[in-house]
T-cell receptor, first 116, second 109 residues
Framework: GAVVSQHPSWVICKSGTSVKIECRSLDFQATTMFWYRQFPKQSLMLMATSNEGSKATYEQGVEKDKFLINHASLTLSTLTVTSAHPEDSSFYIC????????????FGPGTRLLVL | SQKIEQNSEALNIQEGKTATLTCNYTNYSPAYLQWYRQDPGRGPVFLLLIRENEKEKRKERLKVTFDTTLKQSLFHITASQPADSATYLCALGYSTLTFGKGTMLLVSP
């Protein structure tokens, strides 16, 4: 089956630093990837839609200059949290649309970010 | 605004019984409704998708119903097993998904 990986699986950083999270589709090409954020006991909230070769589309309330998304290839999208603050601590999850159509999304295992 | 409600209280059932989880939504008319499983500290795993013109869909021990009049979906796991213990998420949409908070299912031996 389709596999999506994320790296790193967890990261601890100091306030003010930037953190890059990678999302890779390992055995299929994904023209569209999505980035979600999930706080404890809350639902996954879509942050942005990432399309290969074009600018990401951000959801309302998500700062595009703070959460930089790059989808440089059909198998890789990156999310960079710039100048991270403690309130950015969360579980970040990416997903990729299956190559056979848009009916199924494959999710990565998530990245736990803790900003001190 | 769109609102998705899933029972926030955990559902505790005994092994072998049928678990039924509910997803209600308002201010939305989705063409698709999906169910995912999420284990602690992990990303969601796709289980089933049902379209608005489908009333019921099955996959092995799983069954999903979709009532667009009631704006409700029911998710059933028959012959439940301890390994089914997880949080189950309801999501509306086709490509861009809107998730509920999920319901935790605990199946005891």
């Amino acid at each position: 089956g389709a596999v999506v990986s994320q790296h790193p699986s967890w990261v601890i950083c100091k306030s003010g630093t930037s953190v890059k999270i990678e999302c890779r589709s390992l055995d299929f090409q994904a023209t569209t990837m999505f980035w979600y954020r999930q706080f404890p006991k809350q639902s996954l909230m879509l942050m942005a839609t990432s399309n290969e070769g074009s600018k990401a589309t951000y959801e309302q309330g998500v700062e595009k200059d703070k959460f930089l998304i790059n989808h440089a290839s059909l198998t890789l999208s990156t999310l960079t949290v710039t100048s991270a603050h403690p309130e950015d601590s969360s579980f970040y999850i990416c997903s990729a649309e299956g190559s056979g159509g848009k009916e199924t999304q494959y999710f990565g295992p998530g990245t736990r970010l803790l900003v001190l | 605004s769109q609102k998705i409600e899933q029972n926030s209280e955990a559902l505790n059932i005994q092994e072998g019984k049928t678990a039924t989880l509910t997803c209600n939504y308002t201010n939305y008319s989705p063409a698709y409704l999906q169910w995912y499983r999420q284990d602690p500290g992990r990303g969601p795993v796709f289980l089933l998708l049902i379209r608005e013109n489908e009333k019921e869909k099955r996959k092995e021990r799983l069954k999903v119903t979709f009532d667009t009049t009631l704006k409700q979906s029911l998710f059933h796991i028959t012959a439940s097993q301890p390994a089914d213990s997880a949080t189950y998420l309801c999501a509306l949409g086709y490509s861009t998904l809107t998730f509920g908070k999920g319901t935790m299912l605990l199946v005891s031996p």
